[in-house]
């Protein structure tokens, strides 16, 4: 039951993206960093709609590593993206209620007591998609580490998320 809701829903999301394939909302990537924390971290922004197309060295509230996704307008314009434990608005800022999106067992004990700085490990486990519905409206797929705490090895829990960004409001996390 709960694969096919969760099929539904990326297949419902999915193609509404098809319907609007002419935007550019995926012309502005943000990933890397080299380790300097204060006051920035120096990353790396791909913005493809500057031609030639040149990488740009800039500054982060936090590092971005292998976890991480960005949202632009229809325009090519970051709205905000995410290192996979916090979500930053297009002027470096972590967003209200902005982190930690993947709180839980893993991040507390194994990833520096819930520090979003050093982002959420993970290899491709986030997506942004458009709200069809809402077009401020964006929500975030997001999956946390599994944890099998050392005393118990038969424990194993996996969940995938959902975070919905709305850029007029708030944002709020709903666990499927």
Same mark, same amino acid.
């Given at each position: ?6 099929l539904?829903?990326v297949?419902?999301i ?11 909302r ?5 990933f890397?960093?080299?380790?300097i924390s204060? $006051? +920035?971290? @120096?990353a790396?922004?791909?913005d ?8 740009q060295? *800039?500054? /982060?509230?936090?590092?971005i ?12 314009n970051?709205l905000f993206y995410?290192?996979?434990?916090a ?28 520090d979003?700085?050093s982002?959420? $490990? +993970?290899? @491709? ?13 964006y929500? *975030?797929i /997001?999956?946390?580490r ?13 969940e995938?998320r ?15």
């Open positions: 039951m709960f694969y096919r809701l969760l539904s829903l297949f419902l999915g193609f509404s993206q098809i319907l609007m394939c002419q935007s550019k995926d012309y502005l990537w943000t890397g960093y080299d380790g204060d $006051p +920035g971290v @120096q790396y922004r791909f493809f709609k500057e031609v030639p197309f040149k990488p060295a *800039i500054n /982060h509230p936090f590092r590593d292998n976890n991480n996704a960005s949202i632009c307008d229809e325009d090519g970051l995410t290192n996979g434990c979500i930053s608005n297009a002027d470096n800022e972590i967003m209200e209620n902005g982190m930690p999106i993947n709180y839980g067992p893993f991040l507390v004990d194994f990833w520096e007591g819930a979003c700085q982002g959420y $490990p +993970g290899t @491709q486990n986030i997506i942004i998609l458009t709200d069809p519905k809402n077009e401020t409206g929500y *975030i /997001h999956k946390p599994a944890y099998i705490p050392f005393d118990d090895p038969q424990t194993f829990h996996e995938l959902v975070t919905y960004v709305d850029m007029e409001l708030n944002m709020r996390t709903i666990i499927i």
